[in-house]
């Protein structure tokens, strides 16, 4: 939304007497070395013994009251851009039933560490006028929550689409997380697919994705703007689509 973090606290659940807490120290050590990255102060947190392992943080920051990015604020003509490839779903629901490679799990933890810090700066930069994190309701549940806010429709390319190597693959063999289902169920018929596009990337779009990228909705006349602090910051430019007044949808894949 164009928030700036300055400080956090750090929540932490952990089963000492069933993992070494040596893991405990890597986690925080992990966290601390990305609050360092974001500029953000440590404050303090709360720790607790729990069953599982839990790590997480409450963050403090600001934003101009009148320089507020919300995701209900595309208009008409703006363009789309997505700053991380998707697959997230995929690719750790098949790590967990041990069903894929290493190397494919360590290149989508890459892209999980990366921060949005610097495709927001650019975001801000632009101008834009709606934008949204893709998390947990997947690329088409948080592209929906734009749409309905803003009541337009996003047309999306899907040959566009950023996509983790394998990832397509992956949710091709049924291989997603559970959410999956749930965001599908829940948006019904206010998703348009094309006719050619296949069930696989169906599957993968409707999916959760953790640490995803922006979904960004600028003018037109920005779009430059953007495009260039996107590659000053070596952010992945991916123009994906454009806001269209309402179609009877929310997302009109092409």
Do not use: W
């Amino acid at each position: 939304m164009g928030g700036v973090p300055l400080n956090v606290l750090q929540i932490v659940g952990f089963p000492k007497d069933e993992v070494p807490i040596e893991i405990l120290g890597e986690i925080l050590e992990g966290g601390a070395s990305v609050l360092i990255e974001a500029n953000v102060a440590i404050l303090g947190g709360h720790s607790v013994v729990d069953k599982e392992i839990k790590y997480g943080m409450a963050v403090i920051g600001t934003v101009h009251p009148k320089k507020v990015i919300p995701n209900s604020g595309a208009r008409v003509g703006d363009i789309l851009y997505l700053t991380k490839p998707l697959g997230m779903g995929p690719i750790t629901t098949a790590h967990k039933k041990e069903k894929v490679d290493l190397d494919t799990v360590k290149a989508a933890c890459e892209v999980m560490a990366r921060l949005n810090k610097d495709a927001a700066l650019a975001m801000i930069e632009a101008r834009a006028n709606a934008a949204t994190d893709i998390t947990g309701f997947g690329f088409l549940g948080h592209a929906a929550e734009i749409a309905r806010g803003s009541t337009v429709t996003l047309e999306v390319r899907a040959k566009d689409l950023p996509i983790m190597q394998k990832a397509l693959e992956l949710a091709t063999q049924g291989i997603t997380s559970g959410a999956s289902g749930r965001t599908r169920e829940f948006l019904g018929d206010q998703v348009r697919f094309a006719p050619e596009i296949d069930e696989g990337l169906k599957r993968l779009l409707y999916d959760a994705e953790t640490s995803g990228g922006l979904l960004i909705s600028v003018s037109e006349s920005n779009c430059s703007t953007l495009e260039a602090g996107l590659q000053r910051r070596n952010v992945p430019i991916h123009r994906i689509g454009r806001v269209l007044p309402p179609q009877g949808v929310f997302i009109a894949l092409t």
